[in-house]
């Protein structure tokens, strides 16, 4: 499926008095993946809202195998678990440098309709991008 990559550094305010990363700021991370994901598609969150489509996050999964520091630079893989239906499914996979699996992760969002705050199917738009 459908799949990008962004880098990030991680930032001084994101970590422990350890220097690792606070594990509540991967959540984060996965968010960024998940719009430079549609942003590569020329999607944007924005625009979503602006026509008429809400995606809140309905489950998070997240394991973390090795930490994040400060001053890493981390990768942050997006994958499309499947073509979306009234919900869509994030896989991840956040890397360092040294190419070490630090968290993998998994998403689930739903489409709700702005207006009627009701569950709809996935935007015709979007899936002609995927299709």
Do not use: C
């Not at 924005?46 to 999964?61: A, G």
Request: net charge neutral; proline share 3%; no cysteine.
């Amino acid at each position: 499926m459908k799949e990008n990559t962004i880098q990030l550094r991680v930032r001084y305010g994101e970590t422990d008095q350890m220097g690792v990363v606070y594990h509540a700021n991967y959540a984060h991370y996965l968010e960024q993946g998940r719009t430079e994901w549609l942003r590569e598609m020329g999607i944007s969150y924005k625009w979503m809202e602006e026509n008429n489509t809400q995606l809140p996050v309905v489950n998070l999964t997240i394991d973390y195998k090795k930490p994040a520091r400060y001053d890493d630079v981390i990768s942050v893989k997006t994958v499309l678990r499947k073509i979306p239906t009234v919900k869509i499914e994030f896989d991840y996979e956040i890397r360092n440098e040294k190419d070490e699996l630090l968290v993998t992760a998994s998403t689930t969002l739903v489409f709700i309709n702005s207006s009627t705050k009701k569950l709809t199917k996935a935007p015709d738009y979007l899936l002609e991008k995927l299709i």
